[in-house]
């Protein structure tokens, strides 16, 4: 396959095409989204070509969904499966100074930014998003559309459910779950497990809301 196609022309995007751009992926760059403001402008310097269902009718670039928040990935990826997109097409971009250990794992998908370190036995899904300075230590596992932001340390065998989503700076301590659809707060420091759909905050960490769709 030729060419990168990105769905969503938002910070992320820039991140990621950033990175594609380092990699020296083959081909053009270029970006899909929803907003008809954006169509046939330029994303930086990436054009937006129309919305995301042409990712369906330009059947040759490869895919990343670019999209800052797991439960937005996730409702594209759905999309994209009922209009017939090959799942074959997602492809990875892992910057090049990620540490990424023979005994770790990230799926397809992802978009890995600077700095990461994955130290043993790390078992990242699809469509994950790990920013700069992320910390996954032995035995983690992060479930498929989870978005982990910047500067995040998560201790040993800490699980990360389905489309969570963990704010910058935040610090999970060993073997906690973090719930599918559950957001931890910026700075957060997670001493207990966060249950589905549930936002925690402060230090410790204690909820403030409950109900949230996972």
Known sequence: MSGLLMVGAGGLTREATAVAVMLQHDGPITIVDDNPALWGTLHGLTPVLGSV????????????????????????????????????????????????????????????????????????????????????THGCTVSDFATICAGVSLGGDVQVGEAAYIGMNASVRQGVHIGPGATVGMGAAVLDDVPAGETWVGVPARPIRTGVPA
């Open 53 to 136: 269902d042409l990712v369906a009718e330009v059947v040759e670039p490869q895919v990343v969904l670019a999209l800052g928040h797991g439960r937005h990935r996730r409702r594209v990826a759905v999309r994209l499966d009922m209009l017939g997109v090959d799942p074959a097409r997602y492809t990875s971009l892992i910057h090049p100074r990620v540490v990424l250990p023979g005994s770790c794992h990230i799926g397809t998908g992802s978009i890995v930014l600077d700095g990461v370190v994955l130290t043993a036995d790390v078992e990242v899904g699809d469509h994950v998003v790990l920013m700069p300075h992320v910390t996954l």
